[in-house]
């Protein structure tokens, strides 16, 4: 199979559009150039779910570095690239996560560390426990093991790092593309009233992502519910004041 | 000088500056990673965090003053630059003077409490006002040290100060004539850089990076054009007050590496100071030892 039907047949399974061809040559030049350096400078969200969190830390510091590789911690999702998942998720935690990923500025990629988060792990009969991550984001790379060690994270990430890249690294925009699927798998954990911050459909639209499976029943049951979001009243709860003694 | 000569000048010092000052961010994050026996980042990593930063599809903005806010925290560094006296080129230097530059240096720190103030975010404000207090700490050194050497000098010219102290050969140096002054200017310096042990307004653990907080984008890529003007403005202005500013390219590279280099090595062993205590360090030994210097030159 040539290297042409081989990128073909993986732009159909992936359903998106890989190498996409521009007129002019040195915007493709530009874009490479973009990618190169997106590939080459990662800022990872310092927020870990789960066990997995503890094979970070020798991964950042001397043993193994990071930072030779252009990956280091960031701390607010504003500011970050990736989003670790290192461990199981429960579904409060996953509340977060998704409140999390959805103010992470694009381009931004998913890691989902440990056994946990692909397929449940050791809390497959737990009740609490989201199972599957990628029915509730889309996830680009997974790496298993009940923990990954260092070596193995940072393969991982390597392998994202290549993804990126080529330009393939783009499950991003899945979630703006299949927006009802990852809304609908949300609601259910959640309920119908589950709503974010974020306007995921404006977002859509914005970047001219939007598909017919962005939207849909679950989206038309977000509509439904969705309150306006108001500023939080500025005041300091639980502070009595002191009697004069 | 030609019209030209100026424009091309005042177009050439701010990109020498960049380059310089991207330099310098490389060597300040090689120097924490040795002293953490780690390898450290590749050659052009703070190439890549800029174009990577500007090059996010998402450019989340919190309104105008957000976005003017890094416009003046970057422009303020970049007129700072025309008023620094490099080898060859002078720029504003002639006209402006050390007391223009302690004025403008304000500005970048202002626009950044201005852009934070409109991200509300309670970190960004925290921090911002730790900023702000740790500024009041080490200005109060800076303005001493600024004083008594434009008093030694005569002049507040920055061409001027190089050009005497050139003539006198190393002998004639600012940190030869006034040791003490030098010594607190270069207390000081750590603190104007922002870095450890001083940069309890970043404190990423607790105010998740403070300032930094809200920004994304193009605006953290602001911040990280702005780190390197910080660095080179801190390393040029102690290299033109005492070291004898550049005689060529060479010299005033590896001194201005120096500058930077040395308060930077030992600083990462700290932890950092909080707001109080850097307030009280500040204006404790580097403004006494100033004073006493002060007494000494002016006898």
């Known amino acids: 199979m040539s290297k042409d039907d081989l990128l073909q047949r993986k732009e159909q399974e992936l359903q998106v559009e890989l190498g996409r061809k521009r007129s002019n040559p040195l ?219 | 000088m030609s019209v030209t000569h100026l424009i091309v000048e005042l177009l050439l010092m701010p990109l020498v500056a960049f380059v310089v000052g991207l330099g310098m961010v490389l060597m300040m994050r090689r120097i924490a990673a040795r002293l953490q026996r780690r390898v450290g980042p590749p050659f052009l990593q703070p190439v890549y965090d800029i174009m990577k930063l500007y090059s996010k599809q998402t450019q989340i903005s919190h309104g105008l003053v957000h976005e003017i806010g890094i416009i003046m925290a970057v422009g303020g560094y970049i007129a700072a630059m025309t008023l620094l006296p490099v080898p060859g080129m002078s720029g504003l230097a002639d006209k402006g003077g050390v007391v223009t530059l302690a004025y403008v240096l304000m500005i970048p720190s202002l626009g950044l409490a201005l852009g934070v103030g409109q991200c509300a975010n309670p970190n960004g404000s925290i921090g911002i006002s730790r900023a702000l207090t740790a500024m009041l700490a080490y200005d109060i050194p800076f303005i001493l040290v600024i004083f008594g050497v434009a008093w030694v000098y005569g002049t507040t010219n920055l061409a001027e100060m190089v050009a005497i102290q050139q003539q006198g050969g190393p002998q004639g140096w600012g940190f030869m004539q006034m040791p003490l002054l030098a010594l607190a200017g270069l207390l000081t310096l750590p603190a104007m850089m922002g870095k450890h042990p001083y940069e309890i307004y970043v404190a990423p653990a607790e105010i998740a990076t403070g300032p930094m907080v809200e920004m994304s984008g193009k605006f953290m890529g602001g911040l990280f054009v702005m780190q390197c003007f910080q ?69």
């Open chain 2, 231 to 299: 660095l080179y403005t801190v390393g040029v202005l102690y290299t033109t007050l005492f070291l004898g500013g550049g005689e060529n390219w060479f010299t005033f590279l590896v001194k201005i590496f120096a500058v930077v280099a040395i308060p930077m090595s030992i600083a990462y062993v700290f932890p950092r100071y909080r707001t109080e205590d850097v307030l009280r360090l500040m204006w404790k030994w580097p403004v006494l030892i100033a004073l006493v210097g002060l007494a000494v030159v002016m006898k």
């Open chain 1, 27 to 245: 915007a493709h030049v530009f874009d490479d150039l973009v990618n190169f350096c997106r590939s080459r400078s990662m800022f990872m969200l310092h927020y870990c779910t789960g066990c997995g969190a503890i094979e970070l830390p020798p991964a950042m510091t001397s043993r193994f570095d990071m930072e030779r590789l252009g990956i280091q911690p960031m701390v607010t999702p504003r500011q970050a690239d990736i989003l670790l998942i290192t461990g199981y998720v429960s579904i409060k935690t996953l509340k977060r996560i998704i409140l999390t990923y959805e103010q992470m500025g694009s381009p931004k990629y998913v890691i989902g560390i440990c056994s946990c988060t692909v397929n449940g792990g050791m809390y497959w009969q737990s009740y609490a426990t989201a199972k599957v991550l990628r029915h509730y984001l889309p996830v680009d790379v997974y790496i298993a093991g009940c923990m990954p060690r260092p070596e193995a994270v940072i393969e991982g990430l390597q392998e994202l790092m290549e993804d990126i890249k080529i330009g393939r690294a783009n499950s991003w925009k899945k979630y703006f593309q299949n927006y009802d699927y990852y809304l609908g798998n949300q609601q259910q954990l959640f309920g119908e009233a589950w709503q974010t911050p974020t306007d995921i459909i404006a977002e859509a639209r914005h970047y001219d992502l939007i598909t017919d499976q962005t939207l849909g029943e679950y989206t038309a049951l977000l509509e439904k519910h969705q309150q306006p979001l108001e500023a939080l009243e500025m005041r300091l709860q639980g502070q009595k004041e002191k009697q004069p003694l």
